[in-house]
């Protein structure tokens, strides 16, 4: 009894979870099927590492920020324009590794959050750091980071130390000058250094009015975006009319 005790102590001083909850049944199996001690070690510090990665994905998944966890098994390629091939190139995630961008376009409810959700899920399996936000939460945040001085903080805390950047709905909210500017900040801050994803409703040429009209301040935001990217249009029939459709919620007499 004294043994485990002293065993549990020094698991629990040196943060070793993994190892705690299964030394005892895997000295039970090492000594049915008569394992050597550096085996019995191996598995071990097998279950410990195991544990840890897990602990990784949950914590990074828990930081992502995703309103609502979307993978890539649930989405509808039959009703969308989407190029699975593409899509299964882009969860390889190189486009990370070689900080470029992917812009989804399309109309609302075609699926653009649902496949940023499932690019960006994808990264956090693979224990890499994201941020997931919507563009009218990032720009209250960086507001609010401008005016109590801790923008630069900001800067690095959230936007500097995700390597994949998820910007949601773009576009359905005007913004003023300095609104604007803050966005061409996080865009520029990113430029070459890190990957964004954008979805968004409006085409190119739309967007110097969500960017108060600035022509120039539009021009140096797509040219950085554009200049490493994957642009995808996503068309197809809205997966929430089409589930109203489908539940018969939806009147179609007048069609």
Known sequence: ML???????YCSRFKLPGILEHYQHLSD?????????????YKLLEFENIGREQR??????????????????????????????LINELLTLRFIDEYKNILLFGPSGVGKTHLATAIAYTATQQRIKIKFISTNDLIIQLESA??????????????????????DEFGYVKLNET??????QVINKKYELGSIIITS??????????LNNDEALTAAILDRLIHHS????????????KQKREAGLLDISNK
């Open 29 to 41: 199996v090492a000594s049915k099927d008569n394992l050597s001690y550096s085996e019995y070690l």
């Open 179 to 184: 609104q604007a500017n803050l966005f061409f």
């Open 56 to 85: 990784s994905k949950d914590m990074l998944l828990k930081i992502a920020g995703f309103p609502k966890l979307k993978t890539i098994d649930t989405f509808d390629y039959k009703s969308s324009s989407v190029d699975k091939t």
């Open 3 to 9: 043994l485990h005790e002293s065993i549990n102590e």
């Open 201 to 210: 409703n409006l085409s190119f040429t739309k967007w110097k009015e969500v």
């Open 230 to 241: 994957h642009l995808i249009n996503v068309t197809g029939e809205s997966y929430r009319l």
């Open 146 to 167: 401008q005016s109590q001085n801790k923008l630069d903080s900001y800067f690095k805390r959230v936007i500097g130390i995700a390597k994949l950047l998820v910007i």
